[in-house]
Nanobody, 122 residues
């Protein structure tokens, strides 16, 4: 499976960005799809996930600002990020879990895409 992330860039604080993750090589409809991020000098951490049934989960600090969604017909996953602040600056990664997990972490993902940099200017 190849996961290609797009949509990163530069945004001012308070602004919004939408990230996309395009999958190829295998349908993602049976996978839980996740977003992680890695801020400069920090570990990669969980951001959000959406299960094959459409259930969504978020890191507590991001609830209400980020929204994950998926389009199984297009093999796409999205992350809408609103009210961005400087602490959201990070490389954002898309990842897939085909093992039916209910908790996701860096060591539990089946496939990873290359990240995209999001820079939020204060």
């Amino acid at each position: 499976v190849q996961l290609v992330v797009s949509g990163g860039g530069f945004v001012q604080a308070g602004g919004s960005l939408s990230l996309s993750c395009a999958a190829s090589g295998r349908t993602t409809s049976s996978a839980s799809m996740c977003w992680f991020r890695q801020a400069p000098g920090k570990d990669r951490v969980f951001v959000s996930s959406i299960t094959s049934s459409g259930s969504t989960f978020y890191a507590d600090s991001l609830k209400g600002r980020f929204t994950i969604s998926r389009d199984n017909a297009k093999n796409m996953v999205y992350l809408q990020m609103n009210s961005l602040n400087a602490q959201d600056t990070a490389v954002y990664y898309c990842a897939a879990d085909y093992l039916g997990r209910t908790r996701w972490s860096v060591d539990r993902m089946t496939y990873w895409g290359k990240g995209t940099l999001v820079t939020v200017s204060s």
